[in-house]
């Protein structure tokens, strides 16, 4: 079998499972949820997942992956051959695809608000209207929606094909850096706008008269996915690390860095949201509607337009190479598939299932596909609602029963005869918390009610 791949360093892993975690989720989606789920009160409850359940299987995925050195379907038939444990896997494989099919769409709509905001679009003083305009004339066009789609999954698949440590690293260790550095540029910025105390106030000082279970469950659900957690990317990112490698630390960092993140694209957002007046609760168009509108406004609103998208298109960048690598890890693992082929061969796949997400804005067929959902909501329905918490449960259950959540202690701990600081509590919660939860959650999805 040709060699595997391995990362260089472990901080070029991290870099890379954090480019993997942080993406349109953090900073597209999850300032929309907290908008609409009421602010501070979304924040705390999403804290406390990923703390008690995020990272958690985040340990899961990555002690499995390094212990085993496998692709998802290969590491659980290595733990526990030919039993049908290997389906966890297959169902990793193709979650990764389809989560990439309409993950896709949307990034490839930031590459647009990235090419109109650098020409200007958004600093000739444009009302709120037409900016709405500039959004439904781009999304009803279906060449460029799904020309879009195919630029943004060649890109991915490119870089995944040139490998794991020339490819991936190497990019993710340019990328995340630089698009740390706008965040903070951004975020101090807003910090300085009129509206930052009210902005402030409603991502941060929590209404506890607010809770509802529904909410608790969706800030479960956006903490494992912006955490990329229940398909097996922590898997296989976790199987180019070494033995020397310090999961324990590794898996603190990742998951830090991911909440920071998504922490300050709501710094960014709610202060300039309420300085212009805008409505924190306007949903999946939260970013594409409101920010031009707010870019116009600014001063500096001409350079901070193309930097915000710019941003965005990379995050979403290094999130779409996992979902790629996924696939990607298993075909040349396991049917010995050179690197390049299986990686465009996954995109090619992916591409074809998501040009009908693409024309879900444009064609009245997609834009009502089925249960009054566009294509593109159903998708994301099935791969991140159903798809993801399912498998997210049943690795819990493996890794904490079959395999054996003391053997996977082990793998964790950086000095093999100490316990790592938690280590016992985390045994419990993966083993009863993890699985009560996820169970909830499934429930929940599957009933229509979530
Ligand atoms: N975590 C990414 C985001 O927040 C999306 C993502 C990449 C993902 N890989 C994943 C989600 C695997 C679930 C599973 O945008």
């Known amino acids: 079998m040709a060699k595997r791949g391995k990362w260089n360093s472990t901080l070029g892993f991290v870099l890379a499972a954090a480019g993997s975690a942080v993406g349109l989720g953090n900073i597209w989606r999850f300032p929309y949820v907290t908008g609409k789920n009421g602010g501070a009160v979304f924040l705390f409850f999403y804290i406390l997942a990923v703390v008690f359940l995020g990272l958690v299987v985040m340990y899961a995925e990555l002690s499995l992956g390094r212990a085993t050195q496998r692709n998802p379907v290969g590491a659980f038939e290595r733990i526990k051959p030919g039993s049908p444990w290997k389906a966890v896997g297959f169902l990793g494989v193709f979650t990764g695809v389809g989560i990439l099919s309409y993950y896709s769409v949307i990034a490839g709509w930031t590459l647009y608000y990235f090419y109109i905001s650098s020409l200007g679009k958004f600093s000739q003083g444009l009302t709120e209207a037409q900016i709405d305009e500039v959004f439904s004339v781009f999304v009803s066009n279906p060449f460029l929606t799904v020309l879009l789609l195919v630029v943004f999954i060649f890109l991915t698949c490119f870089i995944v094909s040139?490998?794991?440590s020339s490819g991936i690293e190497r990019w993710t260790g340019i990328l995340m850096p630089l698009l740390f550095l706008i965040l903070l540029i951004l975020s101090v910025y807003s910090l300085t706008l009129p509206g930052a105390g009210e902005g402030l106030k409603f991502y941060l000082k929590p209404d506890f008269s607010k809770v509802s279970l529904k909410m608790i469950l969706s800030a479960v659900g956006q903490a494992f996915f912006s955490l990329s957690l229940g398909m097996g990317a922590m898997i296989t990112y976790?199987?180019?690390?070494?033995?020397k490698d310090n999961l324990f630390a590794s898996g603190i960092e990742v998951v830090a860095f991911d909440t920071l993140v998504a922490f300050l694209?709501?710094?960014i957002i709610f202060p300039t949201?309420?300085?212009?007046?805008l409505s924190p609760r306007a949903g999946a168009a939260l970013v594409f509607k409101t920010l031009p509108f707010t870019f116009s406004k600014l001063p500096l609103g001409r350079l901070f337009g193309p930097l915000f998208f710019f941003l965005l298109a990379i995050a979403a960048l290094t999130s779409?190479?996992?979902l790629v690598e996924v696939a990607t890890s298993y075909l040349v693992d396991e049917r010995k598939f050179s690197r390049p082929r299986a990686a465009f061969l996954v995109g090619a796949v992916a591409?074809?299932?998501g040009i009908p997400s693409a024309l879900s804005t444009s064609s009245s067929v997609?834009?009502?596909f089925a249960f009054g959902k566009s294509f593109l909501d159903l998708m994301d329905y099935i791969w991140a609602n159903i798809s993801l918490p399912l498998g997210a449960l049943l690795l819990s259950v493996f890794v904490g029963y079959i395999w054996g959540a003391e053997k996977a202690a082990l793998e964790i701990r950086p000095e093999k005869h100490r316990k790592f600081p938690g280590e016992d509590l985390w045994i419990y919660d993966l083993k009863y918390f993890v699985p009560i939860v996820l169970s909830a959650i499934l429930l929940f999805s599957l009933l229509g009610s979530s």
């Not at 976790?238 to 033995?243: C, E, P, R, T, V």
């Not at 949201?273 to 007046?277: A, E, K, N, R, S």
């Open 265 to 267: 694209a709501g710094i």
């Open 238 to 243: 976790g199987s180019y690390l070494s033995k």
């Open 366 to 368: 997609f834009s009502k």
């Open 273 to 277: 949201v309420f300085t212009y007046g």
């Open 351 to 353: 591409v074809l299932l």
């Open 320 to 322: 779409t190479i996992s």
């Open 162 to 164: 040139r490998g794991v």
